[in-house]
Structures are given as C-alpha cells and as structure tokens.
C-alpha cells in the first residue's frame, strides 16, 4: 500500500455494477495526527533478535475499486447467502481517527485503531461494520475462496474479520455481530469502531509480517444471510476506511537515527579536515 490517502471512486459486486463521481471519505484529523497517534515502535528485543512495527499506511486512508473484485470472491466464499449494493459517499459524516498506534511487545506485533462517526444521525439505519483483512500470519485458516488454508507465519490469510464469530461459515460477516453470550464480545458498533490486531513477533525464518485491513460502513436488513438464499439479503456498502501495520525482524539493533545523523556529521568533519589539510600542487 502506498502512503498517500485513495479515494474510493466506485464499488463493483459481483450482482451489481454501481459507479459514483469522485467523492472521498472525510477524516478527522487529517492523518497522520490522530489523538493517540504512533507511527512506530522499536527495536525491542524478540527472540534471538530485534523487532519494530511500523504503520502502513501511516496515515488512514479511504477505499479504492481494485479492491472490490477479491472482497466479492472472499464475502461469498465465507458468507454466501448475500448481494451487494453501493449506497454512495454520505457526505455528512466525518471519520474521527481517535486512536492509530504500532505496538511491539517484544511477544507480540499490532496495532491499536479506534474511529468514531460524526454526526450520528447521519449513520445510516441497520449499519453494521465489514472489515476484510489481509495478512501473511493466518490464524483463521481461511485464505479467500480457501475456507480451509494452512495457519502460521508465512501463511496468506484472506479473511472476512469476524467468521471466526461462528461455528458456520453462513454465519455473520459483521464485525460488530457477537453470538449471545459470546465473551469476546465488546461495544463497536456504528458509530464507534475499534480493533487491537496482534500477531507473535516475525524470525529470521519469517522476517517481516503484513497485517492489511479495510474498513466499511455497512447497512443491512438483517446480520444473517437467508438460509435458503430466496431472497438475498442485500449487503448495501458506503464509506471505508485502509488501515495497517508492519512488522519486521533484525538480527542487530537498528542504529537510532541520531547516531545515524552523528555518525554522517563526523564523516563529513572529517572529508573537511582532510581536504584543509592536503597541500595545494605546486
């Protein structure tokens, strides 16, 4: 992913084909610059080495169609039972990034991401939020269309997050929809949104881990498809937001970038004297 903010210019399902005019989702603040904002942590110790995370991208930013092709094929493969509709940018809300921070432990590698939607009133009826995530550390054992993929480090991982919520893959594909009595259960519904992904720290064997996710607002008539798909339950998509990490693993420490910038300092005090000090050629 790149690190300048997309716009989300047109959304295409498999059922449907809808375009918009450019419009882009409004964030608050501009990123980077959230309230508890932190673009990275590390080098701590991890193992035999060292480990960092890193935002990516380091600042939120809003949806792109290429994006749309893969998310149909995962939705269905995991959720079938559903179709998709464009409900178009709602121009009245702005996306409050609240929380945005890379976390290394030195046990574990993340992110903190919370976000809060303003005005309320203009959230849509029946919102739910559709998080799909990406990542090369597959925990879930799905990896799109692969509803039975290989877990660990090394791994794809192409999911809708949330399956893991039901024994079932018809089950919901909302974020924000718990089983009853589900523990892991916690306040994030629309408006507000939060997620604290975490991963074990990369090795030398699997250096570098990538953790991708993107973010809709949703409306749905109900969180569970139709059993017997007559008819379907429609999936209507708005805004989204792109948010990430990334992290990595060193067998040294990483030289902090003011000894870089002292260590460039005395070469270049150095290259100096020396050229003061060699003799004009006669």
């Not at 080098?43 to 960092?52: E, R």
């Not at 709602?90 to 992110?111: D, F, P, S």
């Not at 998080?131 to 290989?150: E, F, K, L, P």
């Not at 718990?178 to 949104?193: H, K, S, Y």
Request: glycine content about 10%; overall charge negative; some cysteine.
């Amino acid at each position: 992913m790149g690190t300048t903010v997309k716009l989300w210019l047109s959304l295409l399902f498999s059922l449907t084909l809808l375009s918009e005019p450019g419009l882009a989702t409004t964030f608050n603040p501009v990123q980077p610059g959230a309230t508890n904002y932190r673009a990275s942590q590390g080098p701590v110790a991890c193992g035999a080495g060292f480990c960092t995370t890193t935002l990516v991208p380091p600042g939120v930013g809003s949806l792109t169609p290429n994006q749309a092709t893969a998310l149909t094929s995962t939705f269905d493969a995991q959720f079938p039972g559903f179709s998709y509709a464009y409900g178009g940018a709602i121009n009245a809300l702005t996306w409050n990034i609240t929380t945005y921070q890379a976390v290394n432990t030195g046990t574990n590698a993340g992110a903190n991401f919370a976000l809060n939607l303003t005005p309320a009133g203009s959230v849509p009826a029946n919102a739910h939020w559709v998080q799909w995530v990406t990542d090369n550390y597959n925990i879930t054992g799905m990896n799109g269309t692969d509803t039975a993929a290989a877990k660990g480090p090394g791994q794809p991982e192409d999911t809708i997050d949330g399956s893991y919520k039901s024994t079932t893959y018809a089950g919901s594909p909302f974020y924000d929809v718990f089983p009853p009595g589900d523990p892991n259960a916690f306040n994030t519904t629309p408006p507000i949104f939060s997620d604290s992904p975490r991963r074990p720290e990369p090795t030398a064997a699997n250096p570098v881990i990538n953790w991708d996710a993107w973010l809709f607002l949703v409306s749905a008539p109900q969180t569970q498809a139709n059993a017997g798909n007559n008819p379907l339950v429609q999936v209507t998509f708005y805004d989204g937001a792109n948010w990430g990490w990334q992290a990595t693993y060193s067998a040294t420490a990483p030289l902090p970038s003011t000894w870089i910038l002292m260590f460039a300092g005395l070469g270049i005090f150095g290259f100096t004297m020396r050229r003061r000090s060699t003799p004009a050629p006669a």
